[in-house]
């Protein structure tokens, strides 16, 4: 920063080993360790939520928790959030409205584009036209708020979630820690209740004055 003061950085969080395969953060990357850090001027996640996946734990819907681990993330030093979304996996639309609800404005349909050009990348999806009907409801839904959205905030969560990383390295990742950490997060959602993750460091009075309600 003392060289190059307005230079960006940023890592790329990927949830699906983290989530998917049960170990949490000990086996694969700490979402939380540079931006809490003041590391980055930016935090990014990369989405891999597959059909195949996704029953595993609640679905699509699950795009809400991973937004919201990147936002436990950045809570401290305001780094701006983005998301790379896999083109080829589909459900674009319900995951764009959930990472926009989440305050979200950098979103990269990662790869459109055809194969031939991305040098025989699986990634590269543009021959996915059903793909291009969910981008097309998106769009449709979005754009009238867009002003909205680039300019607005999101209401201030009323509740809150410990994410407990002590027991996670105690217990090597506590799979049905994480699964009843989920659920209890979307129930919240569904209920129209605004809620955040917090660490072990937000246990303090500064940090929980604004909420009512501590999982």
């Given at each position: 920063?003392?060289?190059?003061?307005?230079?960006?950085?940023?890592?790329?969080?990927?949830?699906?080993?983290?989530?998917?395969?049960?170990?949490?953060m000990?086996?694969?990357?700490?979402?939380f360790?540079?931006?809490?850090?003041?590391?980055?001027?930016?935090?990014?996640?990369e989405d891999?939520?597959?059909?195949?996946?996704a029953?595993?734990?609640?679905?699509?819907?699950?795009?809400?928790?991973?937004?919201?681990?990147?936002?436990?993330?950045?809570?401290?030093?305001?780094?701006?959030?983005?998301?790379?979304?896999i083109?080829?996996?589909?459900?674009?639309?319900?995951k764009l409205?959930?990472?926009?609800?989440?305050?979200l404005?950098?979103?990269n349909?990662?790869?459109?584009?055809?194969?031939?050009?991305?040098?025989?990348?699986?990634?590269?999806s543009?021959q996915?036209?059903?793909?291009?009907?969910?981008?097309?409801?998106?769009?449709?839904?979005?754009?009238?708020?867009?002003?909205?959205?680039?300019?607005?905030?999101?209401?201030?969560?009323r509740?809150?979630?410990?994410?407990?990383?002590?027991?996670?390295?105690?217990?090597?990742?506590?799979?049905?820690?994480?699964?009843?950490?989920?659920?209890a997060?979307?129930?919240?959602r569904?209920?129209?209740?605004?809620?955040?993750l917090i660490?072990?460091?937000?246990?303090?009075?500064?940090?929980?004055?604004?909420?009512?309600?501590?999982?």
């Amino acid at each position: 920063r003392t060289v190059y003061p307005n230079i960006r950085t940023m890592a790329n969080y990927s949830p699906y080993r983290v989530f998917y395969y049960g170990a949490g953060m000990n086996r694969s990357q700490n979402s939380f360790a540079l931006p809490r850090a003041n590391a980055c001027t930016g935090h990014f996640g990369e989405d891999w939520l597959s059909p195949n996946l996704a029953p595993s734990l609640a679905g699509v819907q699950t795009e809400s928790f991973f937004a919201s681990v990147l936002q436990c993330g950045a809570r401290k030093h305001g780094q701006p959030l983005g998301m790379y979304l896999i083109w080829k996996l589909g459900e674009l639309d319900r995951k764009l409205s959930l990472l926009v609800s989440h305050g979200l404005k950098t979103i990269n349909l990662y790869h459109w584009g055809p194969r031939y050009l991305g040098g025989g990348s699986p990634e590269s999806s543009s021959q996915r036209v059903e793909t291009y009907a969910e981008l097309n409801r998106a769009a449709r839904a979005l754009c009238p708020a867009d002003e909205i959205i680039a300019e607005g905030r999101r209401e201030s969560a009323r509740a809150a979630i410990l994410y407990n990383r002590t027991d996670e390295i105690w217990n090597n990742g506590s799979p049905w820690v994480r699964t009843d950490r989920i659920y209890a997060f979307l129930a919240l959602r569904h209920a129209h209740i605004p809620v955040d993750l917090i660490l072990e460091e937000d246990l303090n009075k500064d940090s929980l004055k604004q909420y009512s309600f501590l999982y």
